[in-house]
């Protein structure tokens, strides 16, 4: 299921058992309608997700269409019907192997589950599809990486945030890929299930099914569990133990003089007595010199000139 952006909530269901699957609409005045029924390739599997114009499309026949909800019409924007792996433009020349989940970003990119290829591919405005995730030769594997260095075993769904980022939810785990390609796991583990909360690896979930982004949290229906749980990117604060930093004062003296004189740094804790410090060759004036060895209580500075 997904959101648009009139707030209104849609559904792919079957309509009974044997029936053919639809889509079903629940506005936010809680009134549930059946949108339409007879769109081509949709399945109980199809992936939905709405563009900036909302505009719906889904998964379907190794297609992508989009549903002009206005209009009511249906258009192929992206597969060819064929089951293959194939980048190239439009409806014509790229293949899809059993596609699923959708999302979409700011700049209206269509990203694809192309589950069949355990792959991630992208589908930008002018219909170009190119692979963007994913590596079709390791079948059953999960690793992080960028791009093609990734790899996958199953994504149930995925959703988009406002900075161009991607979230896969996979089962036992939450990833994410960033608009460089970037794909991280950000909660659980590839291949440990079970109930646990916690940071990054040490949750756990058992059938993550679907989610969304909202407030800057992500929310992840955790089915296996029967719980809907949220991952936040603002911990509370944590008692930490003191930071190993000293902080020291170095006082320092201007000395306005005659240039290529000497002059003595005198130091004294209460104006009487006075002390050596140190003795420089005036190179400059004014001239800066800093007290390097750090002081605390007061302390005094003089520069006397030598014969």
């Not at 603002?234 to 306005?256: F, H």
């Amino acid at each position: 299921m997904v959101i648009d952006h009139a707030n209104t909530l849609w559904l792919v269901l079957l309509n009974g058992y044997g029936g053919l699957p639809y889509l079903l609409t629940i506005g936010t005045n809680g009134y549930v309608s059946i949108e339409n029924g007879g769109l081509p390739d949709l399945g109980t599997s199809s992936g939905i997700c709405f563009d900036s114009a909302n505009n719906l499309y889904y998964s379907g026949g190794n297609r992508i269409y989009r549903y002009n909800r206005n209009n009511e019409s249906v258009q192929a924007i992206a597969g060819n019907g064929t089951a293959g792996n194939f980048d190239g433009p439009g409806p014509l020349f790229s293949q899809f192997s059993y596609p699923t989940a959708l999302a979409c970003d700011q700049a209206d990119n269509i990203y694809v589950w192309d589950s069949g290829n355990v792959t991630i591919r992208r589908i930008d405005p002018a219909r170009n599809v190119t692979t963007v995730a994913g590596n079709s030769n390791y079948y059953w594997q999960t690793t992080d990486g960028v791009g093609t260095n990734a790899t996958f075993n199953q994504i149930s769904s995925m959703f988009s945030d406002n900075a161009g980022n991607i979230y896969l939810v996979c089962n036992n785990c939450i990833r994410k890929m960033d608009a460089q390609t970037n794909v991280v796991t950000l909660a659980g583990t590839f291949y440990q299930n079970g109930y646990a909360n916690g940071a990054g690896d040490f949750a756990r979930f058992n059938n993550a099914m679907g989610g969304c982004f909202s407030q800057g949290m992500i929310f992840i229906a955790d089915a296996g569990n029967n719980r809907i749980r949220n991952i936040t990117f603002n911990p509370q604060p944590q008692v930490v133990s003191p930071a190993s930093l000293q902080l020291n004062t170095y006082p320092g003296l201007q000395i306005t003089g005659t240039v290529g004189r000497t002059y003595q740094i005198q130091t004294s804790p209460d104006l009487k007595t006075w002390t050596k410090k140190t003795t420089l060759l005036l190179t400059a004036s004014p001239y800066l010199w800093i007290d390097q060895s750090g002081v605390s209580g007061n302390n005094f500075y003089r520069a006397v000139m030598l014969p």
